[in-house]
Each structure stands twice: as C-alpha cells, then as structure tokens.
C-alpha cells in the first residue's frame, strides 16, 4: 500500500488456491508473519449455504504453527 504515491505503508504477499468447487486457501505474507486462510462453502438445505473462513497463523499460537507449516510446505506451486 501506498500513501500518497510516496510512502510506502506494508507489502503483502497473497496467493489464492481454489481447491474443487467448494473450498479455497488463501496463502498471505506480510510484515506480520504468514497464514493460510481457509474458505469453505457448505450447503444447509437446497438454496441455502454457509460460508466459512477460518484463519492459521504462525504468529499468535504455538498450536496452530505446525499446521500452517504443513499446509505451506505442501503447496503445489
């Protein structure tokens, strides 16, 4: 992001994986760390869906960090 053409405020890296017609990773990496958010769409009932984002990050908690080690360390790309 930049402020006025001139300052730059943060960098932030993303990388969105559509995994099938119902779930989505979205790999980030900012001044802060890195994660994966994961979105998922599950159906209710006919014409009705939940939508859900769940979030893993390094940063914040110990138990969360070997999972988002292992799901970027498994990406394709």
Do not use: C, W
């Amino acid at each position: 992001m930049v402020l006025f053409n001139r300052f730059k405020l943060f960098n932030l890296n993303l990388e969105a994986v559509q995994i099938g017609p119902a779930s989505v990773h979205l790999h980030f990496q900012s001044f802060m760390g890195r994660g994966v958010m994961v979105q998922s769409v599950l159906p209710v009932q006919p014409m009705v869906q939940k939508l859900v984002h769940v979030f893993y990050t390094g940063v914040q908690s110990i138990n969360y960090k070997s999972k988002v080690k292992k799901i970027l360390d498994n990406r394709s790309y």
